[in-house]
C-alpha cells in the first residue's frame, strides 16, 4: 500500500489572458494515492500569488494517457478554493485542468512538466475616498490563465 502513495512538489507560473492582469505564480505540495497504475488522486495545499496572497486548498485528478513508461503523457484537472490570509481580500473557488508528461528518473522519483488553463475567483476590499464620502467594497475578481507547471514526485 505504501507504494501507491507519492508527493509531489510543483512550481507553476501563468500567462494571464485578456480582462485578467498580473502574472499569476503558484507553489503547492500534494500527496497522491495511485487507485491503479493509470489513475491517481489526491489532495494538496500551497501558496498562490495573484493580486493578493492566497492559500489554496485542492483535490487533483490525474490520469495517465498510456501505460507508465519513461516518458508518461498525463492529463489532470484540479479543484478547490483558497483562502486569503489577508483582511484586505476574500478566498474563492479555484480550477486547474491540463495535460503534461512524466520522466521517470528512478523506480520512485519523477520529474512531471505540465501546461494547461487556470481560474481562480476572490475579492478584494477597495476603498474609494473623496472630500465628501468614503467608501468600502469588495471587488469580485476571476483570473483565468495559461499555465507552465514542474514538479518533482517522488
Not at 491503479?36 to 500569488?49: D, E, F, K, T
Not at 484540479?78 to 489577508?86: C, E, K, L, T
Request: aromatic letters at 12%; one cysteine or more; proline letters at 6%.
Amino acid at each position: 500500500m505504501a507504494d501507491r502513495l507519492c508527493y509531489q512538489t510543483e512550481m507553476s507560473v501563468g500567462f494571464p489572458l485578456p480582462e485578467s492582469h498580473g502574472m499569476p505564480m503558484r507553489l503547492c505540495q500534494k500527496v497522491m494515492y495511485g487507485l491503479n497504475p493509470r489513475l491517481m488522486c489526491g489532495v494538496g495545499a500551497g501558496i498562490s500569488r495573484y493580486d493578493k496572497t492566497l492559500v489554496p486548498l485542492f483535490v487533483d485528478l490525474q490520469w495517465s494517457v498510456a501505460r507508465p513508461r519513461q516518458f508518461t503523457p498525463f492529463v489532470e484537472a484540479r479543484m478547490g478554493y483558497s483562502f486569503a490570509p489577508s483582511p484586505s481580500a476574500t478566498g474563492g473557488s479555484n480550477l486547474g485542468l491540463g495535460f503534461g508528461t512524466s520522466f521517470r528518473l528512478s523506480d520512485t522519483r519523477r520529474i512531471c512538466a505540465s501546461v494547461g488553463y487556470e481560474y481562480q475567483h476572490f475579492g478584494q476590499l477597495k476603498t474609494f475616498e473623496s472630500a465628501v464620502v468614503r467608501s468600502r467594497f469588495v471587488e469580485k475578481i476571476g483570473h483565468n490563465a495559461f499555465s507552465a507547471t514542474v514538479g518533482f514526485q517522488f
